[in-house]
């Protein structure tokens, strides 16, 4: 059902708070959690008062385990064994083409507060969609009874769907040719299985990591910890029986200082990144260590987090915000740290360059695209000379790197923008005809077995700068502007035109140097002028992935995960707002 | 199967509680059947079904807790998961802030908050429907994307200390936005109800419809603060934030109390007893209201009483958690489900008649907090924002981007119009003057 939805502000602490999906982006925590689905009842009484069990998000779910079982994986050879019986069973009931994915989606999930555990959860989910191609139309049915005669079963119903579902259809589905692999298998290159490492381990590091924060001056901090591994198997009747071993991790935080006084309250997030990493994210070294504007005491992570490290910092710059100056609008230059650069991508280039949204598939949800066909055909510039954008499949350490797709479609890189100008859209293989591509793209995926799969964004990074660069050599040549880093408020339109967002730090820039800490910051644009006003980026050495679990997209809603990479960039003449308000 | 009786699922629950061994167990079932259809460019795009019914056994020892789950009720699946809940309970660490389970509870009955008629939706009906909407659109020449949703099914709950509960819900909730073929006009309309006898597609279609027709070729209004008139839809959405649920979000005692939320007080405190908004303005809920019959009981077994939230601007009541309630020890209530907003008799049309100037807002979108210390969030017009004047709409205005808060909002009310049900919940249309629109958008 469509859930009730607010976001809890303070996530974690709220009875009854629960995960459910929204239509579009989760930059942090913070949006994430929101308040219990009317129809969408648990019943669990909640021990502690923001003990958190998460039932609803696929990757989140699944039936409750003992970690133990995470370490578990089913035997390839019953997989194909099963495969080919549902394969089998579509086939003889009628269908031209089906693919089946057998999956096992396994998660554990770690909340704190202050100097306490609040939950521990560990998920499993496991069993089998399946989707078919009958009368040439699509049918779907999926089953946990993953055994040769549920998954036969299961085929037939898809066969069954896609039938009566056919007599309304106008047009019959057309997909990109796509040859069958044999049996081949992919894994993501991580070095710590981060379910062999110990729960107390983790649980140790998110305590201290409090503990440096309230050391710091810290009120209250959140911590928390998500492990993600998805065992899936896909085969198809192309003749691909594709085994794939994925992994994910997500540390984040959430420090606030409170002036009791003045009764203000001030929150920094984390600078953190999703990725699609094992446990040696949470393993610091120096060498992924970048650090930020001289002035600021800031530092960016490249493919390890320093967790203690980011909660001093927050506690301590969360004190500073609430004395910070608050921001004279007007129009300032931008450096915007990769960070908090990674969500303007996501919301102006990633979901504008969506074929389906393109063309309406998702209008009466998240919206279209003013990056139409049509607009594209003019040839206008999307961005200045500078911008070139990259949609990747196969980026090391990023959450959308797989082997192949959830259509048995060997992953890629392949070109959005190119010096400035719109090249191409992402596309999956029932789409690539409409563009005149004879194949997919490869950024079909599904959040589960039990739901089907569709065009999801590929990781779509901005490319670094080919001219040497450093952050402080791009701040040295602004006269008047505001450095943003991390994640704030986000907005944006229907159709991906006017866009606001704010950050969890901002320093004023005068006169090519950092100049103090600014509060009540956020910039309004419009997506083409914003990246036609793009000056200036910094060179490899600055480049990070920002990341995201949650993107949202589709009815009912499904989560993605995805990432952006970019080096640290300028923008100039931005409008800039001053969101403080005075309530009674 | 989905929809057990109260019999049948107490039978179960009483079979899992007599398999315990914890010091403290408590059982919940939760079932649910229905599907959902979606269509996009005047076509089934996607279809789906749901038929489920979940058991989750909380076991505990001492302050420790675990929790399993599982959707097979056999003797040795139910011992197996009463089981797993008391391993992991084992493993947990000890939670400082334990509540003991509750003993027995009285709760109001609701018999509105299930209807046979949602329960009995079939394939078919969907197709019905929603081909109706569509081929609406195909005369019309314009274009449809939609979602309908629906589901029915049951709650059940019993733990050691005597607890027991069960009631059945149902609903379905549309949305449809039609868009005109060369894509410069959209409208929108959504509806949700418990029960499925009420639903209409085709005259929902042609609302949304008749918004694509009429906001085509937009002009442009220079942004800034404007008198404005937000319809339900705009108040309170069912795909995403809003003003009012963002409010009614924040009233949580813990969160004043620990001095972060608009609540707090200066000095330490909440401002609880304090007026905050505009006199008319008046939020209770009752979960036996037969537009918005809900449960009358919360997830950790609390029963839901009608409870007034805000009365004539003064804030009355927070909600809390068990432990806090006890902590701070203040009143110990539970959160809301559907709420309802007090209002008078004038529908939107009604409104619009009664302003010399102003803006007609059919809803809000990509709703974001900005400052949780004001409630401050921005977000967008979409899907038919009109300009209206001497009584009249005038003609279609292009999409605004608005930085508002509900606080600053039910300050600077105007009038209020009749509530209709969004969300589960009974919102009005408000007239409200000084609402802040802060950029132009292009999108349609």
Redesign the interface.
Known sequence: MQPRYDSCVNWLQLADCRPILSFDFHSSITQTFTFLKRRDFVGLTGLATGAMFLPSVPGFGGELIDPARLLEQVDPAIKKRLADSALNAAKSAGATYADVRIGRYLNQSIFTREKQVQNIANGESYGAGIRVIANGTWGFAATNTVTEAGMAKAAQLAVQIAKANSKVQKEPVKLAPQKGYGEVTWKTPIQVNAFEVPIKDKVDLLLAANAKALDNGANFVNSALFQINEQKYFASTDGSYIDQDIHRIWPTLGVTAIDRASGKFRTREALSSPMGMGYEYMQPKAQDKIAGPAGTGLVGYKYSYDMLEDATLAAKQAKEKITAKSVTPGKYDLVLDPNHLGLTIHESIGHATELDRVLGYEANYAGTSFATQEWKAKNQPYGSKLVNIIADKTQPGSLGAVGYDDEGVKTKQWDIIKDGKLVDYQKIRDQAHIVGQNESDGCCYSQSWEDVQFQRMANISLKPGTEKMSVDQMISNVDKGIYIAGRGSFSIDQQRYNSQFGGTVFYAIEKGKIAGMLEDVAYQTNTVEFWNSCSAICDQSDYRLFGSFFDGKGQPPQVSAVSHGSSTTRFNAVNVINTARKIG | MAILSQTEAQAILKKVLSFSKADEC?A?L?G?T?G?V?S??N??????GIDNVAL?V?S?FG?R?G?????QFDDATLRNCVQ?AE??AR???E?????P?LGPQKYLASPQSFAKATADIT?DYR?TQV?ASMKLCDEKKL?????L?D?A?F?A?RNSKGLEAYQQ?S?L?F???V?TPD?TGSGYATA?YNDASKFDARRLTQIAADKAAGSRNAQALEPGKYTVILEPAALV??????LL??L???L?A??AD?????L?????GNRKGEK?FDERVTIYSDPTHPEIA??TF????RPQQKMTWIEKGVVKNLY?????AQKAGIPDI??P??WIMEGGTQSTADLIKGTQRGILVTRL????????????Y???T?DGTFYIENGKIKHPVK?F?F?E?P??ML?NLEAIGKPVRV??NLVPPLKIRDFTF???????
């Open positions: 408590e919940t939760n649910q229905g959902n979606r996009a460019r076509a089934i795009s996607t279809s789906g989750t909380e505990r302050k807790s929790v399993a789950t599982c959707n797993r391993e992991i493993l947990a660490p939670s400082p802030e334990y509540m389970l394939p197709a081909g274009t449809s994307a939609a979602f949703n589901s099914g709650v709950k819900v609903g909730e949305s449809i936005t868009r894509g949700d959405a069912n795909t995403d934030a809003s649920a963002a009614m979000g924040a949580d813990r969160n620990e001095g972060r939320s608009f707090s007080k200066k000095g330490g905050l809900d449960l919360s997830g950790d077994g809390t958690s068990r432990y806090w539970p959160r489900g559907g979108w990509y709703i974001r907090p900005v400052d949780p210390q004001t409630l401050l921005t977000g967008l979409r999409n981007r930085n808060s606080i600053i300050n969300g589960g802060t950029s132009l958008s292009d999108a349609v």
